[in-house]
């Protein structure tokens, strides 16, 4: 059966967080506008620094800093590439933390899809209701990369 747009970009999304260098989340991003891809982003270093699988992590008040988070490496990219990010929808395996979401706001996303709610933030999710961006949580059926089943 053929996927739906948002069961398929998700799947795109978990593809693309496979590539992720931080194994305490393993998220991937995918920034879409009518239905086709801009830019993708995953957990990973800043070009030319050692990654967490290879250094460990530099943790910071209980997180590691060494990391830059998915959306924000696929806002990263849409910059480096001259890729306008106004009006797209962000596909991402996991809600986004507080900083990603102002990241996104500022980007310009209208619409956000995410499937594990995973330490979904009160205050970013009333940014994104602020700001009057629709808000879809998706279900996959498929094991998260680093998950007991990957």
Request: net charge neutral; glycine share 8%.
């Amino acid at each position: 059966m053929r996927p739906d747009w948002d069961s398929y970009f998700m799947k795109i999304a978990y593809a693309v967080s496979e590539r992720s260098t931080c194994d305490r989340a393993f998220v991937g991003c995918v920034l879409v506008r009518e239905k086709r891809i801009l830019t993708t982003g995953f957990n990973g270093s800043p070009a030319g620094q050692e990654h967490c699988d290879e250094a460990g992590h530099l943790m910071v008040d209980g997180h590691c800093v060494r990391t830059i988070h998915a959306e924000t490496n696929a806002i990263i990219q849409a910059a480096l590439h001259g890729v306008s990010t106004r009006g797209c929808t962000c596909y991402v395996t996991h809600f986004p933390c507080i900083g990603c979401t102002k990241a996104l706001l500022n980007a310009g996303i209208i619409r956000l899809v995410f499937s594990a709610d995973y330490r979904v933030d009160p205050v970013a999710m009333d940014f994104f209701k602020t700001a009057g961006v629709e808000i879809v949580r998706t279900v996959l059926d498929i094991p998260l990369p680093g998950s007991q089943g990957a």
